[in-house]
């Protein structure tokens, strides 16, 4: 079977389980995720909800390249009526004041969005409504493979112990935290899954889902927030979490059953496969065994990631998986750069370019939502979901491959950016940029500080220097030294650069059509 369809499930409920799955609309390979959040926040205040207003929301992504939309239904508390977990209204009095103890910890000038979340799911669940079963249901209407997202240990707000978002459990249970010891960071404040008990609770809501919605697959997100051991741990907590797919595989096995249709599982693992293994998620082992049917590489949140070693990936995966590469929101070229930007049609057509070429199925496009949480170009959300699922629908379009970073590593592991770079005068460095299929009328672009000039090859061949410009967004502020390309360079290229003074380089990229 061809792995850019093994996840072209059935899209009826009858369908038999013994169906071939049909052949996906041309250049349909998107995934969309819908945080647990997003929706909440922005339709708040609405005087009454509709079961078909509220389905209405998928509309938008009928007839694009999505054909997964996957559905976040959790954090610590969920977004629906739970029997098993706290849902996000516990303890809310809809007739109280914004410092009602709920929100009491909450920062008074955000209290009003805090409660925008809380207060639309208890007016759905008060009116009879499960968004989540509505969505499902209306993507399969609009031809769109409807999945169900469960983040595995979420850690928002974890630096206030008394949040209207943490759950109960976690509460009660400062034992079963990573770093019980240590309140460095939020890594130290996740769940432990060396404990039984951990591994339980969250498995109490795998059943759950499976139980109250009718998906087409389950992704379990080990990337919120990516850290689920102590420090020195992880090589036997790669067998725990192992055991613990192999656990949910085995119960998607009798629901696909019950419900006559496949029943696809999906994982979200750190970018590179040696990080993913160091933090004891082995997606790799996990595809070869069969117990993943899509396996999504992504970075965490601080920038899109444009070389993720989708080749590596696949070597290591085998070819019986779907590979899909998460892109993040932010672009930052490293961890320290400021100020934070969003990506822009033009350098998530790069990042999707490139990824594509090296051999992903499907650009997972995560946090890149229809309001608020928003690309830096809104107006061209439209041509986004409509364009960066296909290497055909990129073809000759104004593209940008920015050099960026790996934002995940394990305890000890060392960063991989390579920005900044601080340069004396005569010393050479290079710069290894992913661009994918040929670009024509490239050119080298450099933000630098300092007043050194440049001298610049792209794969050994000197390139005339073109000119400062002024930054698109996003761009540094200060703008661009730029250097024209030779003709129809593709794929990797080596860009060697030599200053005449000291200086240092904080943004590198290479953009054409």
Known sequence: MNRRTLLTLPLAATAPLSAAPAA???GTALCLNEDNSHWFFTRAGQQQYTPGGVASFVDQYAGTQVRELI?????????????????????????????????????????????????????????????????????????ISPWISMRMNDLHNVDDEKSYMHSTFWREHPEFRRLPWRHLDWRDRAFDYSNAAVRDYHFRLVEEYCERYDFDGLELDWMRFGFHFAPGKEEE??????????????????????????????????SRPHTALALGMDGARWAREGLVQMLTPSPFWASIETDVPVEMWRRLAGENVTLGVGLELLIRPYHAYRPLETNSLETVRGAAASLLSRGADRIYLFNYMDSQTVMADMENYPALLRECGSAATLAGKPRRHVVTYADTQAPGEASNAQLPKSLAA????????????????????????????????????????????????????TGFETFRLPARLSHWVILDVQASSPCTIHWVEIAGA
């Open 71 to 143: 559905l976040s239904a959790n954090s610590q508390r969920t977004s629906f009526a739970s029997k098993v977990w706290d849902p996000i209204w516990l303890g809310y009095d809809p007739k109280g004041p914004d410092s009602q103890p709920l929100f009491a910890s909450t920062a008074e000038a955000a209290r009003p969005g805090a409660r925008k979340w809380v207060d639309t799911a208890w007016r759905l669940h008060a009116a009879g409504i499960d968004p989540y079963a509505l969505w499902i249901a209306r993507a399969r209407q609009r031809r």
């Open 24 to 26: 996906p609309s041309p």
């Open 426 to 477: 005569g010393q050479w460095t290079s710069f290894r940029v992913h661009t994918g299929p040929a670009l024509s009328k490239a050119a080298a672009r450099f933000n630098v500080e300092g007043a050194a000039q440049l001298t610049v090859r792209a794969n050994g061949v000197e390139c005339p220097a073109a000119g400062h410009i002024e930054a698109p967004t996003p761009g540094p502020a």
């Open 237 to 270: 907590g790669s067998e725990l979490l192992t055991a613990f797919m192999q656990r949910t595989r085995r119960l998607l096995d009798v629901w696909q059953k019950r419900r006559g249709h496949r029943i696809a599982l999906g994982a979200r693992v750190p």
